[in-house]
């Protein structure tokens, strides 16, 4: 991946993972209703055979979606940064394998590097990188998926990078693409996106506000 500036902002998560240790279980607390999520994790469940190997990028507490996965008989292995999301993810999840790793190591290889996965979810996760990081990103997924493998992408519609916004009682970085430049970052990396949804969303929590989210539905092509 890139060096200089790039490489340190990819490095410096410390602010990131503090806030999602802190927020835990209230992160679900504040979003308790999660359709697209679990529509695109169906559509995994049903395209996959059981057994299938599967990538549950920015875990989190692995509810919904590493805990959906598993129940279809799916093997799941969930990343996360936050050590505090993977305590509560190896709880709810206790037939999933989850990892502590960097979304932006991906391109690295390391543990998942010889894995090779049928599909990937990445609910939410890459709005966590610098847009400068997110197209690597999608082409190291590119990489740890098996030939026609399946992605389920989700992210907020905002054209923003890397902004500091307030969440749940701390301060995060996010970034984000409006829906067409999304889709080209997406095919750029090598994807052919086969359905999209869009959902608006209010959580349940006053401190975040209304978002409009995007599903992508991609094969590596």
Known sequence: MGTGGNEQVRRDRTGQVEAFDAIGDR?????PHKEGQIEAGGWLTASLP??????????GTGLPTARQLADAGLRVTGV???PGMLDLARRNVPGGEFVRA???????????????????????????????????????IH???????????????AD?????IPFL??????????????RHVVTDAGFEVVK??????????????????????CRRA
């Not at 992160?27 to 979003?31: G, H, I, K, Q, T």
């Not at 923003?160 to 500091?164: A, T, Y």
């Open 27 to 31: 992160y679900d607390e504040a979003f």
């Open 50 to 59: 059981e057994g299938a190997r599967v990538l549950d990028l920015g875990c």
């Open 80 to 82: 996360d940064l936050s």
């Open 102 to 140: 960097d979304i932006g190591d991906l391109a690295d290889g390391g543990a998942l590097a010889e894995k090779g996965f049928a599909g990937v979810t990445a609910f939410f996760a890459l709005l966590m990188l610098p847009r400068a990081e997110i197209p690597q990103a999608l082409q190291a």
């Open 143 to 157: 990489r740890l998926l098996e030939p026609g493998g399946l992605l389920a992408l989700s992210m907020v519609e």
């Open 160 to 164: 923003v990078d890397d902004m500091q």
């Open 169 to 182: 009682g701390h301060t995060i970085r996010v970034s984000g693409y409006l829906r067409d430049e999304l």
């Open 196 to 217: 999209e949804e869009s959902y608006a969303y209010a959580p349940a929590s006053s401190d975040v506000p209304p978002e409009l989210q995007l599903f992508l539905y």
